[in-house]
């Protein structure tokens, strides 16, 4: 019977079966961010609304269209996070982070939220994985962030991930750029989108990420970034490369990448996909040198990238690249008679097999058993269902002996074993 209550558009139940897909991938990406140094931070899922407007850019259809604002009991417009960035780098300033590390590491993981069109791999509700390095402006920060991203993607099996590579300049260069955009589009900016004409007055780079085919072949005139950089940019950019090639890491120049935040300063990169349609970034980040000060903390570089966990998952099932994962239970106890009006609210058998079910999982062995006064029969296929590897089997025969019926449910041999050895006995098998 279906409930009238049905989730919100654009947000998804994790079922028990594709948790076991999430904290896989979850545990591999942990494991790997442990292995290169960093350490992982939560920060609160909503806060003060200006803090995006300022880092994301008021002209970002992110800033725009997609937050979720809303006003508390006092008045304050909050907003629940868009990004992960932002928040980052405000508990890095409010906590005085760069007090105790002068490189800080940093990792997270969780939900976010954006009003979107929902489609594959985009939903309102969100996960993401992310890095953020603050206090460095190495280019070997931005190589080792992006040698990270690549080793996370083949460490899941996805080796034909696409590297693109870009830069967005600085303060110095962008303005340049900025009015080449302009000059070069002035007799088409009829042939636009709506947003895109807009933007071409307020903020002309973030045309570049515009998804409108129309738009996009206009875009298409406009020269390559890369001409319009300062001197120290293209150095930038140049050992960045360097050390890519160093690390054999394979990878394309994109002459528009911009991404769809205004913070990127210089390092732009995504990972991409085929297979996800116009959602084809799997990992994308870059550098931001400015956003620190801007919020009011020390004049300190940063660098980082996010990853999409639904984006990623769904490359990973297209792609074949889930190995078969179990949740099997290791011991399940059975006990008999199960049909008698006691049974199961209070009989010997019932109490015996509660007691050692508790004493089993004291020993960090998952265990479990029927509740519901069902028949041994019914007993062994939930313990099949669980995919137990052991099954104990507790009767009133058994208890008057002081033994217990251990079966292996693999090979199907059983023995007796003492019952106040049975803990014991099991941990040697685990």
């Known amino acids: 019977m279906a409930t009238k209550y ?34 992982e931070i939560r920060t609160p899922i909503f806060e003060m609304t200006e803090l995006f407007v300022r880092s994301i850019g008021a002209s970002t259809d992110i800033v725009n269209k997609e937050m979720y604002t809303f006003p508390d009991k006092k008045g304050r417009s909050l907003t629940l996070r868009p990004e992960g960035t932002a928040p980052v780098v405000r508990a890095y300033i409010q906590n005085q982070l ?14 976010f939220f954006r009003y979107e069109r929902p489609q594959a791999g985009r939903e309102r509700q969100f996960h993401q994985f992310g890095v953020e390095v603050l206090g460095a402006s190495s280019p070997a920060i931005d190589a080792e962030i992006i040698y990270l991203g690549c080793f996370i993607l083949k460490s899941l099996g ?3 991930a696409k590297l693109l590579l870009g830069s967005v300049g600085c303060s110095d260069c962008r303005p340049a750029y900025e009015k080449l955009i302009v000059s070069t589009l002035k007799e088409s900016t009829s042939k636009l989108c709506d947003d895109c004409q807009k933007r071409y007055k307020t903020n002309p780079l973030r045309m570049l990420d515009c998804k409108n085919e129309d738009c996009k072949k206009q875009l298409k005139k406009i020269p390559s970034f890369a001409g319009s950089l300062c001197d120290d940019c293209k150095k930038y950019l140049n050992e960045t490369e360097e050390l890519l090639k160093l690390l054999e890491v394979s990878y394309t120049i994109s002459p528009h990448l911009v991404r ?7 390092t732009t990169f995504e990972f991409v996909y085929s297979g996800l349609g116009a959602q084809s970034t799997v990992i994308g980040g870059g550098r931001y040198n400015n956003l620190i000060k801007e919020f009011g903390g020390p004049s300190v570089s940063a660098c980082g990238f996010a990853g999409g966990m639904e984006r990623l998952i769904s490359v990973l099932k297209n792609e074949g690249k889930i190995p078969s994962l179990s949740d ?3 011991v399940f106890i059975a006990q008999i008679p199960a049909n008698t009006e006691t049974a199961g609210k209070g009989d010997e058998c019932f109490k015996t097999a509660f007691k050692l079910l508790q004493e089993i999982r004291c020993f960090k062995i998952s265990a479990d058993m029927d509740y519901r006064n069902g028949s041994l029969k019914s007993q062994f296929r939930k313990a099949n269902k669980l995919k137990a590897s052991y099954v104990i089997v507790i009767g009133e025969d058994e208890i008057k002996k002081g033994i217990v019926k251990l079966k292996d449910m693999k090979t199907g041999n059983e ?13 040697e098998k685990f």
């Open 158 to 160: 996805l080796d034909n």
């Open 98 to 111: 760069y007090q105790k590390d002068e490189v800080l590491k940093l990792y997270y993981k969780g939900p």
């Open 328 to 330: 099997g239970l290791d």
């Open 415 to 427: 023995e007796n074993i003492k019952l106040d050895e049975a803990t014991s006995k099991l941990k």
């Open 260 to 266: 769809g935040l205004d913070y990127y300063t210089r």
């Open 6 to 39: 049905q989730s919100l558009r654009g947000t998804k139940d994790i079922l028990p079966e594709d948790s076991r897909t999430w904290r896989y991938v979850e545990g591999k990406i942990s494991d790997i961010f442990a292995r290169f140094g960093y350490q």
